[in-house]
């Protein structure tokens, strides 16, 4: 009974995201000049996705023991995480400040 309700519940959830996506790429072919903002800021995510991890390095994998199944790949994207992460709070931060300090000067 358990194994029934969750399979029911996993492909619940499959047509919702299904659904999710349809309506979002609808939306981007009818009225593209309202969505072209939020593609632009998609695009620059995945750009700054990608500049982390052609900058990471997967090397330290070797400083953990085998049993924690380290692999040079997983280190690498745990890498770009950071690197995407770190980027990010940047960009925040001065933004924030650049915000800020143009509302003293106005």
């Given at each position: 009974?358990?194994d029934t309700?969750?399979?029911?519940t996993?492909?619940?959830?499959?047509?919702?995201?299904?659904?999710i996506?349809g309506?979002a790429?609808?939306?981007?072919?009818?009225?593209?000049?309202?969505?072209?903002?939020?593609?632009?800021?998609?695009a620059?995510?995945?750009?700054?996705f990608?500049?982390?991890?052609?900058?990471?390095?997967?090397?330290?994998?070797?400083?953990?023991?085998?049993s924690?199944?380290?692999?040079?790949?997983?280190?690498?994207?745990?890498?770009?995480?950071?690197?995407?992460?770190?980027?990010l709070a940047?960009?925040s931060?001065?933004?924030?400040?650049?915000?800020?300090?143009?509302?003293?000067?106005k």
């Open positions: 009974m358990i309700g969750i399979i029911l996993y492909i619940m959830i499959g047509i919702c995201v299904a659904a996506a309506f790429i609808a939306k981007v072919f009818t009225h593209f000049s309202k969505v072209k903002n939020a593609l632009i800021g998609i620059l995510l995945l750009v700054i990608f500049i982390g991890y052609s900058i990471a390095d997967g090397s330290d994998y070797v400083n953990y023991p085998a924690m199944g380290i692999t040079e790949a997983k280190s690498k994207m745990v890498g770009t995480g950071l690197t995407t992460f770190y980027v940047l960009l931060v001065l933004s924030i400040l650049y915000v800020e300090v143009s509302k003293i000067f």
